[in-house]
């Protein structure tokens, strides 16, 4: 007599709200990034409109005169302004959270992203900090795994910060035989 496992109904699909979609889990609360990372990417973009601007100018007067310069400059300060304003929001998006098992990164202003990045697949742990990043006292912390598609980056940490959280991920990933 063969009997048939019995099968359990699968859960009701609960419709989530995209605040629970991309928050914390319940009873947690995001890791934020540096408020001078509002500054790093500010600064960005008007190094990009101090360079490119008079250089496109250039390349555009040559071709559609003094009208074309005109529409130059003002797409160059549409474009400064849209950065300033995003650098906010970019900002307010970014989060991390180190649970028991894995790593949480959420970011993305358009596109929402949550990246979990479990220990034991993480094979190193590296942080950067480019000229900008130096002068702000900023650094980058990023986590590589076997597959590039699921390392995960968090920019814009306070130096002393940045360096506690590689010794940090490092140490869960040598105890889930990551690194």
């Not at 995001?30 to 960005?44: E, F």
Request: avoid cysteine; proline fraction near 7%; charged fraction near 20%.
């Amino acid at each position: 007599m063969n009997e048939q496992p019995q099968m359990m109904p699968p859960e009701p699909y609960r419709q989530r709200s995209r605040e629970e979609a991309f928050g914390p889990p319940q009873g947690a609360q995001w890791w934020r990034l540096s408020p001078r990372y509002r500054w790093h990417r500010r600064l960005s973009a008007l190094a990009v409109v101090v360079l490119g601007g008079p250089l496109g100018a250039l390349v555009v007067s040559r071709s559609a005169g003094a009208a074309g310069v005109l529409l130059w400059t003002a797409a160059v300060l549409i474009g400064f302004v849209l950065a300033w304003v995003a650098a906010e929001q970019e900002f307010q998006a970014w989060g991390f959270l180190e649970r028991a098992d894995d790593l949480v990164v959420t970011s993305g202003v358009f596109g929402r992203r949550v990246v979990i990045v479990p220990y034991g697949r993480m094979q190193f742990v590296d942080v950067t900090s480019g000229p900008l990043e130096q002068v702000l006292g900023l650094a980058t912390v990023r986590l590589h795994t076997a597959a590039a598609t699921t390392d995960a980056r968090i920019p814009g940490l306070p130096t002393a910060v940045a360096d506690q959280l590689r010794d940090r991920l490092a140490r869960r990933g040598d105890e889930g035989s990551g690194l």
